[in-house]
Antibody, heavy 122, light 108 residues
Framework: EVQLVQSAAELRKPGESLKISCKGS????????IGWVRQMPGKGLEWMGI????????RYSPSFQGQVTISGDKSIRTAYLQWSSLKASDTAMYYC???????????????WGQGTMVTVSS | EIVMTQSPATLSVSPGERATLSCRAS??????LAWYQQKPGQAPRLLIY???TRATGIPARFSGSGSGTEFTLTISSLQSEDFAVYYC??????????FGPGTKVEIK
C-alpha cells in the first residue's frame, strides 16, 4: 500500500525549534515531489513548499520562504519540515502529500499523510 | 502568484439533490486543476485531477469540468457521506500550487 506516515503531534513553546517528518512506503518515494500543506485551526489549505527527494530540489511558496525549511533524506525515504524559532501563529495541522513523479511539472496531491498537529503555546 | 476563488462559500443541499461548486483562477491554469474533499478530522482526499479525471476509487457521481480560468465540480446526487468541505487547487504555475478557500457542502 502506498502511504505517507507522519510523526506524532508536538507541543512546543514559542522560540523553540522543531522538525517534523513524513516517511513514504509502497512507492518510489524519492522520485516524486513531496509537498507540505498547512491548515490553521478552522481554516483552509495553504501550499507551503515542495521537495524532490532524489536530488533535494526544493521550492517554497513566497509566503513561507524563510519561515520554514524543507529537507529530505532519500536513504530513509523521509521528508522533513522544520522551524528554527516557533511562534504561536505556527499552531496548525501540517500535512505532507505526494505529487508528480515528473521533475519538470507538478501534479495533484494524490496521497496524503495523516497530518501532524503542531501546538505552540507558552 | 495565481489566486483561486471558490463559490459559494457554503452550499446547502438536500440528500439526493445535485450540487454544483465553482472555482475560478486569476489567470489561465490550463487543465492543471484538482478538487479535494475534506471531512472533519481527516486529511484531504483527491477527487479530480486534470480538471476532469476522477482519481482512483472516486464514485462516478463526482465530475469535473472546465479549463483556463473557470472550473466546476458537480456531485450528481448527494449522499450523506458527501457533506464536507471541497477545495480546488491549481498546479500549473508553481510555486505555489495555490488552493482555493473552500466550499462547505452542508445538509439542507
Amino acid at each position: 500500500e502506498v502511504q505517507l506516515v507522519q510523526s506524532a503531534a508536538e507541543l512546543r513553546k514559542p522560540g523553540e525549534s522543531l522538525k517534523i517528518s513524513c516517511k513514504g512506503s509502497g512507492h518510489t518515494f524519492n522520485n516524486y515531489w513531496i509537498g507540505w500543506v498547512r491548515q490553521m485551526p478552522g481554516k483552509g489549505l495553504e501550499w507551503m513548499g515542495i521537495i524532490y527527494p532524489d536530488d533535494s530540489d526544493t521550492r517554497y511558496s513566497p509566503s513561507f520562504q524563510g519561515q520554514v525549511t524543507i529537507s529530505g533524506d532519500k536513504s530513509i525515504r523521509t521528508a522533513y519540515l522544520q522551524w528554527s524559532s516557533l511562534k504561536a501563529s505556527d499552531t496548525a495541522m501540517y500535512y505532507c502529500a505526494r505529487s508528480s513523479r515528473y521533475k519538470i511539472r507538478l501534479g495533484a496531491f494524490d496521497i496524503w499523510g495523516q497530518g501532524t498537529m503542531v501546538t505552540v503555546s507558552s | 502568484e495565481i489566486v483561486m476563488t471558490q463559490s459559494p462559500a457554503t452550499l446547502s443541499v438536500s440528500p439526493g439533490e445535485r450540487a454544483t461548486l465553482s472555482c475560478r483562477a486569476s489567470q489561465s491554469v490550463s487543465s492543471n486543476l484538482a478538487w479535494y474533499q475534506q471531512k472533519p478530522g481527516q486529511a484531504p482526499r483527491l477527487l479530480i485531477y486534470g480538471a476532469s479525471t476522477r482519481a482512483t476509487g472516486i464514485p462516478a457521481r463526482f465530475s469535473g469540468s472546465g479549463s483556463g480560468t473557470e472550473f466546476t465540480l458537480t456531485i450528481s446526487s448527494l449522499q450523506s457521506e458527501d457533506f464536507a468541505v471541497y477545495y480546488c487547487q491549481q498546479y500549473n504555475n508553481w510555486p505555489p500550487g495555490t488552493f482555493g478557500p473552500g466550499t462547505k457542502v452542508e445538509i439542507k
